[in-house]
């Protein structure tokens, strides 16, 4: 690596004839590789300690980069103390221009100010705090750190001036909703002020229209996620690192050269009735150190398909034709609702300062090892990064959509669980060729139904009744079912260069849920319980049913989601590694259409 010696230090007199600034004014690169750089300058001359009567007043810097919200920016004591003057602000806006960072800033709180942030600013933590009885004789250090790959920039200069009597903190102000004063923070039921601040994480379909790339065999898109919650999503890691499933420390690499796979916490902000602000930790999957870039990603964070549609009003429970990963990324403000009409946006309804409430309600966001999204801000992913790929080899061109999920195994708590998707209708022309028609008919008799499709030429054609039966011997057949109820039916045919897709929603007469006397859903089993290791929960569903398979501390208090969706009949299993909760009692509700129930589960050590 090279090394960068910086020339600095000049001492200038402002006002007071004790007022002095030390600056550096030859700065440098910040590395694009989530590592921390600092920049020194030298103090001298001033008194054995700093306090109240004098002390540090203002920090002020120049900053190019392309990207704001990629950085956080320390300032550094003698005393190596570090304090944060911003953290991920900015969204993708560019530059800090004539920033500077007082106790009394004109210009407010950092953290809703406006990029290049041209004007005097309440840092994100108090310079006060090196106002203790430091020594602040020696070096002193602008420290940055820029989390994100693909946008660069540099410190262009920095300067600190001390002097008499250095503002105080600001008085907390009634009416504030931040994540230590709730006075200002509403809940979601009007006239209610003992609530959780929940998240509620979704997609953007327009981030996904903006940008989509089709290729031959695979398409790539951007997508985004944003939080149009109550509260910030915010997940912490628990310094309990697996490589594979052995116990290993976190600051280590695996055998396999991979990083360490650590347990996850969400926290849960509460606004108690007093206008406190409390909040609670709750397990909350696992995140991975990267070793090739430095970060550390959030585990099946989105995931993304694409689909052929059928009259289900949730589109995750179409049939798909082409499939992605489950995509992990850093959890980071990479822009905000106010910024990008169209992005935060839900049930025809775009959202803004105007109509979240608690904007900009969080504290942390990053590539460490303390992630989150605030209210009214998302997260951005692009086309080029991996796992934006869909793949669909031999599909033919034709119309079909991409339906992205966020949260996909419902890892985290937030306000609603059935609004974190988006289908978005593309076209594909970039494909081997054009397809026989897929569409068919089907009409019922009884247990029996009826499919024809009317397609010509020499082709091959697959059906799938949804009960888990499987055929392909022609485009016309007959199925029996056995179970009354409402099936997803799929045809594929393929014309020997690529294959099309149809289905169809298929109702069999007759009481959904119950056949020869036995339930749609068989009781859940758990084993083994109770648990020191893994957790087994299994169940088998005689017929499509909505399904919901839920895991309650022994307050009621929502901890996992292991299904909440149409099921197709068959054998379900989950697997949960109790190391992920922590030891006591929980209760497993397994609900369907027909019917629920709830079994207790103990966790041990």
């Known amino acids: 690596m090279k090394k960068i010696f910086f020339l600095f230090v000049c001492i200038i007199i402002t006002g007071p004839v004790n007022a002095q600034t030390f600056s550096n004014s030859t700065g440098g690169p910040i590395p ?70 007082r106790m009394d800033g004109t210009s407010g709180y950092i953290i809703y100010g406006i990029p290049p942030f041209t004007g005097t600013f309440i840092p994100e933590e108090s310079l006060n705090l ?56 509403a809940c979601p039921l009007p006239g209610d002020t003992d609530c959780d601040l929940l998240p509620d994480m979704t997609a953007s379909a327009l981030e996904i229209q903006n940008a989509f790339f089709e290729y031959l065999g695979y398409i790539e898109m951007n997508n985004a996620t944003p939080n149009i919650g109550y509260g910030p999503l915010e997940v912490r890691g628990m310094n309990q690192c697996f490589c594979d499933t052995m116990p290993v420390p976190c600051n280590i690499v695996c055998p396999d050269s991979s990083g360490p796979t650590e347990l996850i916490s969400q926290r849960i902000y509460h606004k108690n009735p007093d206008s406190t602000m409390s909040y609670y930790d709750i397990p909350a999957g696992t995140m991975t150190y990267h070793p090739s870039h430095g970060h550390i990603h959030v585990d099946d964070w989105a995931h993304y398909s694409l689909r052929t549609p059928t009259s289900d009003p949730d589109a995750r429970n179409w049939p798909i034709v082409g499939l992605g990963t489950k995509t992990s990324y850093c959890l980071v403000n990479l822009g905000d609702c106010n910024s990008a009409p169209g992005i935060c946006q839900d049930s025809g309804v775009i959202y803004n300062q105007s109509n979240l409430p608690n904007y900009g309600l969080g504290i942390v966001s990053g590539c460490g090892t303390e992630q989150g999204i605030f209210v009214g801000n998302y997260d951005v992913y692009s086309a080029n990064l991996d796992g934006q790929r869909i793949y669909i080899p031999d599909i033919c061109n034709g119309n079909y959509h991409i339906v992205s999920i966020t949260d996909p195994d419902n890892h985290f708590r937030e306000m609603n669980d059935e609004n974190n998707w988006v289908s978005v209708p593309v076209t594909l022309s970039m494909q081997p060729g054009n397809g026989a028609i897929p569409a068919f008919t089907h009409s019922p008799s009884g247990m029996s139904v009826a499919f024809s499709n009317s397609a010509s030429g020499n082709n091959t054609y697959y059906w799938d009744f949804g009960d888990g039966q499987l055929d392909s011997l022609g485009q016309s057949v007959n199925h029996t079912y056995t179970v009354p109820g409402t099936y997803t039916v799929v045809l594929i045919i393929d014309n020997g260069i690529c294959k099309s897709t149809s289905a169809q929603l298929v109702t069999v007469p007759g009481y959904v849920g119950i056949s020869d006397g036995y339930p749609m859903v068989s009781p859940v089993n758990i084993t083994p319980n109770p648990s020191s290791g893994e ?56 609900l369907s259409d027909e019917s629920s129930e709830t079994a207790r589960l103990v966790i041990i050590r």
């Open 535 to 590: 957790v087994r929960l299994s169940y088998q569903l005689h017929s499509r049913a909505h399904v919901r398979l839920l895991l309650c501390d022994a307050l009621g208090n929502r901890v996992k989601v292991f299904s909440n969706g149409i099921n197709l009949a068959g054998s379900y299993e989950f697997r949960l590694n109790a190391g992920e909760i922590a030891p006591g009692i929980y209760f497993v509700s397994l």
């Open 130 to 185: 090196f106002n203790s009885g430091i020594g602040p004789n020696g070096t002193w250090y602008l420290c940055v750190i820029d989390e994100v790959p693909s946008d660069t920039g540099s410190v262009v200069s920095f300067s600190i001036t001390f002097g008499n009597n250095p503002p105080p903190d600001p008085q907390v102000t009634p009416g504030l909703c931040t994540t230590t004063d709730a006075s200002g923070c």
């Open 32 to 101: 694009d590789n989530n590592t921390l750089v600092c920049f020194p300058v030298t103090v001298t001359g001033l008194p054995g300690q700093i306090d109240t009567t004098f002390g540090v007043v203002t920090a002020c810097l120049d900053i190019i980069h392309t990207y704001d919200s990629d950085l956080r920016i320390y300032l550094k004591g003698p005393n190596n103390l570090m304090i944060e003057l911003s953290s991920t602000n900015g969204g993708s806006f560019q530059n800090y221009t004539g920033t500077c960072f």
